[in-house]
């Protein structure tokens, strides 16, 4: 099925177009340079900026896939989660399109969204899908054996998301907004070793599939903080590597032992922190040493896009779910269980 996917959860104003699991098109408009000034994501710049870009952004990925409106299949667009005011304008566009051209309007979910769009790299997902999620607002292991419509959560993280952990301790660095990208560069002149940052929750008693990286993000400010005090420099590389090592450390080793706890051969890594160098080395590591198939798509698709909303919605027409009722709304903490918003039944 040809699906157009509209993407509108953070400061991304994403469409995506893909036939099946081909990838035609992927547009993508940021506002986060509109944010960095203030160092973090701000809702009403956020929801203005998307209603700009919108139906430019539409145009473009219509043309760059070659294809016209009339020729879906479907519209598919982020229902949640994600911020309210922004995700409002992506449904809102999405029903309007969809209603004009009489075409099926599909609400789904952006997490499960983050796993689905690797079968546009990898092809069909494996059922079920073992995948660690890893972004700006979440960071949870995932069992799927339908990511249309099961997925399972294992675990997840008890305070921050590894994406936020990397995005504050880049502000304590005073490295800028989005902290992910600049620290993954920053750490490629860093030793990992330099610094002994802790492992949460790796402990005998610990849960096993849970994260904590609050403790870490505390640990990393106060030794900087007392390099400070010292009147000695910072050693930045070092920090970066050091702190990241302890991320990618502790989400790899869980995730391959969730794999190997469930008999799951394969591993599927989402979430804009999924493109992060580091974690994708040490995956590719672990999972050969354990005898797992790694699937982690292009660093383009795992940071927000429509492509991913795109994907999901294909993969929801190929299964005959349910479209969305036209009142369909935004739902700012829709939870990972609900992959999409059905519609009412209406005879
Ligand atoms: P969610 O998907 O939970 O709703 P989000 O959509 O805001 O949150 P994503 O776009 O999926 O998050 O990911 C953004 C996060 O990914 C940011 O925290 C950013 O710092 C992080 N990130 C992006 N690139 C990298 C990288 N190379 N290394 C580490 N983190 C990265
Ligand atoms: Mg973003
Ligand atoms: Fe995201």
Request: glycine letters at 14%; aromatic letters at 4%; proline letters at 6%.
């Given at each position: 099925p040809l699906v157009l996917g509209i993407e509108t959860s953070c400061d991304e104003t994403g469409v995506g177009i893909v036939r099946g699991h081909t990838l035609l098109a992927d547009a993508v408009a940021s506002s986060v340079d509109e944010h960095a000034r203030f160092g973090g994501v701000v809702p009403e710049v956020a929801s203005r900026a998307h209603l700009e870009a919108m139906v430019p952004t539409i145009q473009r990925a219509l043309k760059e896939?070659?294809?016209?409106?009339?020729?879906?299949?479907?519209?598919?667009?982020?229902?949640?989660?994600?911020?309210?005011?922004?995700?409002?304008?992506?449904?809102?566009?999405?029903?309007?399109?969809?209603?004009?051209?009489?075409?099926?309007l599909y609400g789904v979910n952006h997490l499960a969204s983050h796993i689905c769009v690797d079968q546009l790299e990898h092809g069909a997902l494996p059922e079920?899908?073992?995948?660690?999620?890893?972004?700006?607002?979440?960071?949870?292991?995932?069992?799927?054996?339908?990511?249309?419509?099961?997925?399972?959560?294992?675990?997840?993280?008890?305070?921050?998301?590894?994406?936020?952990?990397?995005?504050?301790?880049?502000?304590v660095l005073d490295l800028g907004f989005p902290g992910g990208p600049v620290i993954d560069r920053w750490a490629r002149e860093g030793d990992p070793d330099a610094i002994k940052f802790p492992r949460g929750l790796t402990g005998p008693r610990d849960p096993v599939y849970d994260f904590s990286f609050s403790g870490l993000k505390t640990a990393v400010a106060r030794w900087i903080e007392a390099r400070r005090a010292a009147g000695e420099e910072v050693p930045v590389a070092d920090v970066a590597a050091s702190f990241q090592e302890a991320v990618v450390d502790v989400l790899t080793r869980k995730a391959v032992r969730a794999c190997k706890d469930h008999g799951v051969d394969h591993l599927m890594i989402g979430g804009g922190v999924a493109a992060n160098t580091r974690l994708r080395a040490m995956a590719e590591r672990r999972c050969e040493d354990a005898g797992i198939t790694l699937r982690v798509p292009r660093p383009k698709l795992c940071t927000d896009n429509g492509a991913m909303v795109a994907a999901l919605g294909a993969e929801m027409v190929a299964r005959g779910r349910n479209a969305s009722a036209w009142d369909l709304s935004a739902d700012s903490s829709l939870p990972v269980t609900d992959p999409h918003v059905p519609g009412h039944d209406h005879a």
């Open positions: 896939a070659g294809v016209t409106a009339r020729d879906l299949d479907g519209i598919a667009v982020t229902a949640g989660p994600g911020l309210a005011g922004a995700l409002l304008v992506g449904v809102s566009a999405a029903k309007a399109f969809a209603y004009a051209l009489g075409k099926p079920p899908t073992m995948a660690l999620l890893v972004s700006g607002g979440h960071s949870s292991l995932l069992l799927a054996p339908d990511i249309t419509a099961d997925v399972r959560p294992l675990g997840s993280t008890i305070d921050d998301a590894a994406g936020e952990a990397f995005d504050k301790v880049a502000r």
